[in-house]
């Protein structure tokens, strides 16, 4: 069958091609794409090519199709599959497959497998992994955030703590402890702030920095700290762009005992050094940002590993059970991933989105695959009601949710905006 997809063909070089996908074999399943949201490690995947760690060398003949945040609808199932999965089953996944030892997954190094397209075909492993996931839940926006949720969680899930005196790591995040997200007001920064805010082990402090005010303003909106408050929970959004001291200032909020955990969600040597410089005894530094360059580095206080027992780790994407909790908080409503996206866009304008991410302001960048769409802000909808009264219409609904993309949203979005 025909599919469209944007495909990397080399560093730097996307293209919206149409193809045939060939049939699927028994240990396959095919499936009908909805929403993929656009991952910053996309970005970094379409810039590096053949050199990121996951694109296969031969991907100028064989070129990989872009996009790991995906959800849609099974469309066919090989005859080894059909006894758990079914056609017209809503679909998500967990792409960090690390099969055998390999790096590879969707969105990387797959010629007929990935998010932005129309149709794909789920290999085997996948399914031998138990990385494919039915999704029960209404949007399909909320399966394609699952994936970027559950990295958080997988951070909040890895860190570790130590005692004096005892060769053990209790792992997770310090209950009823001090936590910093740093360069937090971004998308993954308030996905982790909803988790770290919901979550069933939670912190007694949070404090969320950036230098970027407009954010700081829009994550304080959405997360007001009189509600943080009534939950037991001391919430702070920080602007350290201004500040003479930045690691002073931010020990001084927690009474001066430093933070137990902190989450670096910036690639940039100074906020490594300021994830460094505010941690309290046994806190525990995640690096949570990957960098593009292999060579990055950054200072880190070994006066305080060696005495105060700090320590640093990283963490990259979760895993399916990650992946499966982020899907339960959802549907329980303790957490709202929608806080994440800023834009929406069909698949037309998905090249474009990726090669230029980290120039376009905002969070989320959430692609429909069977759209024909500009990439425009949600801010931005109603400016555009004059030229075509559907935009109003959602605008409408965007600004019941307090300015957040919303099941109802989608659904009048797939009912009026794709054409069949």
Not at 194 to 205: E, I, Q
Not at 228 to 248: C, Q, R, S, W, Y
């Amino acid at each position: 069958m025909k599919a469209k997809a944007v495909r990397l063909h080399g560093a730097n070089d996307l293209r919206l091609d149409e193809f045939e996908l060939p049939e699927i074999k028994d240990d396959e399943i095919l499936v009908k794409v909805v929403s993929d949201s656009v991952c910053m490690s996309t970005y970094k995947c379409a810039i590096l090519g053949t050199k990121h760690k996951r694109v296969h060398e031969d991907v100028a003949d064989h070129p990989a199709i872009m996009g790991h945040e995906m959800a849609g609808d099974i469309v066919k199932v090989g005859a080894k599959h059909q006894d758990k999965f079914k056609p017209g089953m809503k679909f998500t996944l967990q792409p960090a497959l690390n099969y055998k030892g390999t790096m590879w997954s969707p969105g990387y190094s797959y010629e007929f497998f990935g998010g932005d397209t129309t149709y794909c075909i789920i290999p085997a492993e996948v399914m031998e992994l138990g990385c494919l996931l039915e999704y029960k839940g209404k949007a399909y926006y909320e399966a394609s955030l699952a994936e970027p949720m559950s990295c958080s969680i997988g951070a909040f899930n890895a860190n570790y703590h130590t005692k004096m005196g005892v060769y053990t790591h209790e792992m997770g995040i310090k209950e009823g402890g001090k936590l910093a997200i740093l360069a937090g007001a971004g998308p993954m920064g308030l996905g982790a702030l909803t988790y770290a805010l919901h979550r069933d082990v939670r912190p007694g402090m949070i404090v969320v920095t950036d230098i970027n005010q407009e954010r700081l303003d829009r994550a304080e909106h959405l997360f007001p700290v009189e509600e943080a408050k009534a939950d037991g929970i001391e919430l702070h959004f920080v602007n350290t762009g201004n500040m003479e001291d930045p690691a002073a200032e931010l020990i001084k909020i927690t009474g001066g005992t430093g933070f137990d955990d902190v989450f670096c969600y910036a690639p940039v040597a100074q906020v490594v050094e300021l994830s460094s410089a505010v941690l309290g005894r046994d806190g525990c530094l995640n690096f949570f940002a990957g960098p593009t360059d292999n060579k990055f580095s950054a200072k880190m206080n070994f006066y305080d590993v060696h005495y105060n027992s700090t320590h640093v780790m990283g963490t990259t994407g979760g895993n399916t059970d990650d992946m499966i909790e982020s899907l339960r908080l959802t549907a329980e409503n303790r957490i709202n991933p929608a806080v994440m996206v800023t834009h929406i866009g069909g698949l037309d304008a998905a090249c474009q989105t990726t090669l230029n991410l980290p120039k376009i302001p905002g969070g989320k960048k959430l692609i429909y695959t069977h759209l024909e769409m500009p990439l425009i802000a949600l801010t931005d909808l109603r400016s555009r009601a004059d030229e075509d009264s559907r935009y109003g219409e959602l605008a409408d609904i965007v600004d019941a949710h307090k300015g957040l993309w919303c099941p109802e949203a989608e659904e009048y979005l797939l009912k009026n905006f794709i054409k069949e």
